[in-house]
């Protein structure tokens, strides 16, 4: 098997996703804290300067979250984390897609600083966009979700990966209310008695960086 190292920040939801799709697939790896990924240093690694990154037998390295759990899928297939048939492998990364690109990004304090100066701007900016993210996302698991449980069908998959440290984020830096959204707060609920998925959160995290 690869050696794996993974460069990280432990409050970071990018990160936690791949420490679920770790565990989930009993695969080792060493993780390295970065506190700084705006350095020269760093920038070698991953040009655009952010966590996560893969390093694979230190020779090669892969940056982005979901291009990284598609590696893993493609590489340790077992256990899955895309279904079997191609509709809901679509919907899965339909769903990775709207929590990777349409709501995480938009909720990062550096976007809300560029909006505005004002505390309280950034916090309505970062209200606006997280409950437009779970309002569609709401409506998507609807569909996908069979027991409310998981985002498709009944099994874990790389949409239960994402899901998971975006509302964790969304409630506990956020405030967000997850009132409107109950399929969205009872698949996090079921997911986070899992102890893959709750090994994996922040303040579990063996650092006090944040």
């Known amino acids: 098997m690869s050696k794996y190292v993974m460069y990280e920040f432990p409050i970071s939801s990018c990160s936690w996703r791949l420490r679920i799709a770790f565990a989930y697939k009993g695969i080792q790896y060493e993780s390295r804290e970065i506190e700084d990924s705006d350095t020269p240093e760093f920038r070698k690694i ?9 390093e694979i037998d230190s020779q090669h390295t892969i940056a982005e979250s979901i291009a990284i759990l598609e590696y893993l899928e493609e590489v340790h297939w077992e256990p899955p984390l895309l279904p079997q048939d191609p509709f809901q492998r679509a919907k899965v990364r339909e769903i990775c897609e709207l929590i990777a690109s349409g709501i995480q990004p938009l909720q990062h304090p550096y976007v809300a600083q560029k909006y505005s100066d004002d505390p309280k701007k950034q916090a309505e900016w970062t209200s606006y966009y997280i409950n437009k993210g779970f309002r569609a996302l709401e409506g998507i698991l609807e569909e996908t979700s069979s027991d409310k449980t998981r985002c498709v069908g009944k099994s874990m998959s ?32 079921e997911l986070m008695i899992l102890p893959i998925v709750n090994a994996g959160r922040p303040d579990n995290f063996p650092s006090e960086s944040e």
């Open 158 to 189: 790389m949409a239960d990966c994402c899901l998971v440290p975006q509302v964790y984020n969304a409630v506990e830096r956020f405030h967000i209310d997850m009132t409107p959204y109950p399929i969205i707060q009872n698949i996090y609920t």
């Open 46 to 54: 991953n040009p655009a300067g952010h966590v996560p990154v893969l």
